[in-house]
Protein backbone atom coordinates (compact mmCIF):
# COMPACT_ATOMS: atom_id res chain seq x y z
CA UNK A 1 0.00 0.00 0.00
CA UNK A 2 1.15 3.45 -0.47
CA UNK A 3 0.95 6.58 1.84
CA UNK A 4 1.86 10.06 1.17
CA UNK A 5 3.34 12.59 3.69
CA UNK A 6 5.19 15.89 3.86
CA UNK A 7 1.79 17.64 3.49
CA UNK A 8 1.66 21.37 5.79
CA UNK A 9 1.12 25.09 5.48
CA UNK A 10 3.36 27.05 3.67
CA UNK A 11 3.85 30.47 2.01
CA UNK A 12 3.29 31.23 -1.52
CA UNK A 13 7.08 31.10 -3.13
CA UNK A 14 8.17 28.71 -0.51
CA UNK A 15 8.53 24.69 -1.20
CA UNK A 16 7.79 21.54 0.14
CA UNK A 17 8.60 17.65 -0.43
CA UNK A 18 6.05 14.62 -0.53
CA UNK A 19 6.97 11.75 -0.24
CA UNK A 20 5.08 8.13 -0.63
CA UNK A 21 6.03 5.38 0.90
CA UNK A 22 4.98 1.76 -0.60
CA UNK A 23 4.69 -1.29 1.84
CA UNK A 24 3.05 -5.02 1.82
CA UNK A 25 4.86 -4.64 -1.94
CA UNK A 26 7.97 -3.43 -3.96
CA UNK A 27 6.46 -1.31 -6.56
CA UNK A 28 10.31 -0.91 -7.93
CA UNK A 29 8.99 -1.68 -11.61
CA UNK A 30 5.50 0.45 -11.64
CA UNK A 31 5.09 3.90 -13.24
CA UNK A 32 4.53 6.30 -10.42
CA UNK A 33 2.39 9.55 -10.56
CA UNK A 34 1.32 12.53 -8.15
CA UNK A 35 -2.38 13.68 -8.48
CA UNK A 36 -4.04 16.63 -7.15
CA UNK A 37 -8.12 17.67 -6.00
CA UNK A 38 -9.06 20.85 -5.17
CA UNK A 39 -12.14 21.49 -2.97
CA UNK A 40 -14.87 21.55 -5.65
CA UNK A 41 -12.54 20.28 -8.46
CA UNK A 42 -11.86 16.90 -10.14
CA UNK A 43 -8.58 14.81 -9.51
CA UNK A 44 -5.74 15.81 -12.12
CA UNK A 45 -2.72 14.53 -12.98
CA UNK A 46 0.22 16.84 -11.52
CA UNK A 47 3.43 14.76 -12.28
CA UNK A 48 4.78 10.95 -13.13
CA UNK A 49 7.67 8.95 -13.13
CA UNK A 50 8.03 5.98 -15.06
CA UNK A 51 8.84 2.45 -13.95
CA UNK A 52 12.72 2.79 -15.15
CA UNK A 53 13.06 6.20 -13.63
CA UNK A 54 14.14 7.79 -16.89
CA UNK A 55 11.41 9.39 -18.10
CA UNK A 56 9.26 11.96 -16.33
CA UNK A 57 6.22 13.57 -17.43
CA UNK A 58 3.93 17.26 -15.79
CA UNK A 59 1.04 18.64 -15.97
CA UNK A 60 1.52 22.23 -17.54
CA UNK A 61 0.35 24.26 -14.34
CA UNK A 62 3.84 22.46 -12.60
CA UNK A 63 6.24 22.61 -14.82
CA UNK A 64 9.14 23.92 -14.10
CA UNK A 65 8.67 24.29 -10.37
CA UNK A 66 7.56 20.64 -9.74
CA UNK A 67 9.91 17.54 -9.59
CA UNK A 68 9.46 13.76 -9.59
CA UNK A 69 11.65 10.96 -8.00
CA UNK A 70 12.04 7.91 -7.16
CA UNK A 71 14.27 5.68 -4.97
CA UNK A 72 13.67 2.31 -5.98
CA UNK A 73 15.41 1.08 -2.53
CA UNK A 74 13.54 3.03 -0.36
CA UNK A 75 10.25 2.00 -2.27
CA UNK A 76 9.71 6.06 -2.39
CA UNK A 77 8.77 8.12 -4.71
CA UNK A 78 9.08 12.19 -4.14
CA UNK A 79 7.35 15.50 -5.16
CA UNK A 80 9.67 18.45 -4.76
CA UNK A 81 7.61 21.46 -4.98
CA UNK A 82 9.05 24.71 -5.38
CA UNK A 83 7.65 28.51 -6.18
CA UNK A 84 4.07 26.76 -4.65
CA UNK A 85 1.14 29.14 -5.55
CA UNK A 86 -2.23 29.30 -3.93
CA UNK A 87 -3.67 28.13 -6.32
CA UNK A 88 -1.50 24.48 -5.23
CA UNK A 89 -3.46 24.38 -2.42
CA UNK A 90 -5.08 20.67 -2.83
CA UNK A 91 -4.85 17.28 -1.23
CA UNK A 92 -1.85 15.27 -3.00
CA UNK A 93 -2.47 11.31 -3.75
CA UNK A 94 0.37 9.44 -4.98
CA UNK A 95 -0.23 6.06 -6.82
CA UNK A 96 1.39 3.36 -8.87
CA UNK A 97 0.61 1.60 -12.19
CA UNK A 98 1.83 -1.04 -14.18
CA UNK A 99 3.05 -0.50 -17.62
CA UNK A 100 4.73 -3.28 -20.04
CA UNK A 101 7.13 -0.33 -21.34
CA UNK A 102 9.41 0.21 -18.85
CA UNK A 103 10.39 4.03 -19.95
CA UNK A 104 6.21 4.99 -20.17
CA UNK A 105 4.73 7.66 -18.04
CA UNK A 106 1.47 6.91 -17.10
CA UNK A 107 -0.91 10.24 -17.18
CA UNK A 108 -4.49 9.22 -16.72
CA UNK A 109 -6.36 7.89 -13.58
CA UNK A 110 -7.86 5.11 -14.67
CA UNK A 111 -4.29 3.88 -15.32
CA UNK A 112 -3.33 4.02 -11.80
CA UNK A 113 -4.03 0.47 -10.17
CA UNK A 114 -3.19 1.53 -6.79
CA UNK A 115 -3.52 4.39 -4.26
CA UNK A 116 -2.31 6.32 -1.34
CA UNK A 117 -4.20 8.60 1.37
CA UNK A 118 -3.78 12.05 0.52
CA UNK A 119 -1.74 14.41 1.66
CA UNK A 120 -3.03 17.96 2.50
CA UNK A 121 -1.04 21.15 0.92
CA UNK A 122 -1.98 24.84 1.58
CA UNK A 123 -0.20 27.47 -0.20
CA UNK A 124 -1.57 30.83 1.69
CA UNK A 125 -0.47 34.09 0.15
Known amino acids: QLQASGGGLVQAGGSLRLSCAASGRTFSTYAKGWFRQAPGKERVFVGGISGSGGSTSYADSVKGRFTVSRDNAKNTVYLQMNSLKPEDTAVYYC????????????????????WGKGTLVTVSS
Open 95 to 114: AAGYSAMSDWVLRARYEYDY
